[in-house]
């Protein structure tokens, strides 16, 4: 099993941007696929994010490509979530979530993730 920790919400006003960490603990972080994923109130939880296992391929959500990167660190047992140009419908809890993943290029589906972190507080004011 994996423990999973956020990092890096805040507070930031429209345009600015922030970086996101989660950090793994407890099993090879390199087994997991890792991914970010978003609920604000009132909505469902969106998929921002994932990244496969060796970090060579990623994918974004319609409403963040361009301006949000995600990576990670194997070494480091942590995975990233660049966010750039930020606006107010970003506003949300974000929550790093992994996934044991058996290729290590192939990006899961959303439904494949079963580790979650506590969710960090993203707040962009207009």
């Known amino acids: 099993q994996v423990q999973l920790v956020e990092s890096g919400g805040g507070l930031v006003q429209a345009g600015g941007s922030l970086r996101l960490s989660c950090t793994a603990s407890?099993?090879?972080?390199?087994?997991?696929?890792m991914g970010w994923f978003r609920q604000a109130p009132g909505k469902e939880r969106e998929s921002v994010s994932r990244i496969s296992r060796n970090g060579a391929n990623a994918y974004y959500g319609d409403s963040v490509k361009g301006r949000f990167t995600i990576s990670r660190d194997n070494g480091k047992d942590t995975v990233y979530l660049q966010m750039n140009s930020l606006k107010p419908e970003d506003t949300a809890v974000y929550y790093c979530?992994?996934?044991?993943?058996?290729?290590?290029?192939?990006?899961?589906?959303?439904?494949?993730?079963?580790?979650w972190g506590q969710g960090t507080q993203v707040t962009v004011s207009s």
């Open positions: 979530a992994a996934a044991e993943a058996t290729l290590s290029s192939t990006i899961l589906p959303p439904q494949r993730y079963n580790y």
């Open positions: 407890g099993r090879t972080f390199s087994s997991y696929a």
